[in-house]
T-cell receptor
Framework: ETGVTQTPRHLVMGMTNKKSLKCEQHLGHNAMYWYKQSAKKPLELMFVYNFKEQTENNSVPSRFSPECPNSSHLFLHLHTLQPEDSALYLC??????????????FGAGSRLTVL | GQNIDQPTEMTATEGAIVQINCTYQTSGFNGLFWYQQHAGEAPTFLSYNVLDGLEEKGRFSSFLSRSKGYSYLLLKELQMKDSASYLCAVRDSNYQLIWGAGTKLIIKP
């Protein structure tokens, strides 16, 4: 596979469940990102990993827990979510953070519904 | 605060030309990006402007004026497949990407 792959594409969970979103990139990139996309709102950056190290956490609630075991894989662990957390969660990768064009390659997203 | 403004929705006719505007107020500037996102799909990179002027890439062109805090994306010879959301994003002085809410473009036959 090429590009950025996210699984599952759709997820419905109750507020007491624990689930995980997975992201995998086969582009040889060193930076990976989690974004939240809600209808008619700008993309919200959640977490950034650069060479497996977390370099950014945008004041995200602790019910979202990221994990980056290597430069190709990124997880978002979810627990005790709220209905307002329902959104499209996008994973992206880039060569690295910082200077240069640093174009992001996105996955198709995981559509999360919290009941 | 930092802000990116773009129209929420635009409608155009197949074969025509449409211009999607983006104005920004950010702490510094290190480039402006346009991404295309079809419904249910990943955003995909369209263009990058860091210097003033027009960048042309096939039917799509992107313009930047840093002094005016303004960019536009110009789509020519519109096709039905161009129906999508178009996202404007600016990289600030800390190399953080600031995103607009996107413009949904509807193409009618």
């Amino acid at each position: 596979e090429t590009g950025v792959t996210q699984t599952p594409r759709h997820l419905v969970m109750g507020m007491t469940n624990k689930k995980s979103l997975k992201c995998e990139q086969h582009l040889g990139h060193n930076a990976m990102y989690w974004y939240k996309q809600s209808a008619k709102k700008p993309l919200e950056l959640m977490f950034v990993y650069n060479f497996k190290e977390q370099t950014e956490n945008n004041s995200v609630p602790s019910r979202f827990s990221p994990e980056c075991p290597n430069s190709s894989h990124l997880f978002l662990h979810l627990h005790t979510l709220q209905p307002e957390d329902s959104a499209l969660y996008l994973c992206a990768s880039s060569q690295a953070t910082g200077s240069g064009a640093n174009v992001l390659t996105f996955g198709a997203g995981s559509r999360l519904t919290v009941l | 605060g930092q802000n990116i403004d773009q129209p929420t929705e635009m409608t155009a006719t197949e074969g025509a030309i449409v211009q999607i505007n983006c104005t920004y107020q950010t702490s510094g500037f290190n480039g402006l990006f346009w991404y295309q996102q079809h419904a249910g799909e990943a955003p995909t990179f369209l263009s990058y402007n860091v210097l003033d002027g027009l960048e042309e890439k096939g039917r799509f062109s992107s313009f930047l004026s840093r002094s005016k805090g303004y960019s536009y994306l110009l789509l020519k010879e519109l096709q039905m497949k161009d129906s999508a959301s178009y996202l404007c994003a600016v990289r600030d002085s800390n190399y953080q990407l600031i995103w607009g809410a996107g413009t949904k473009l509807i193409i009618k036959p």
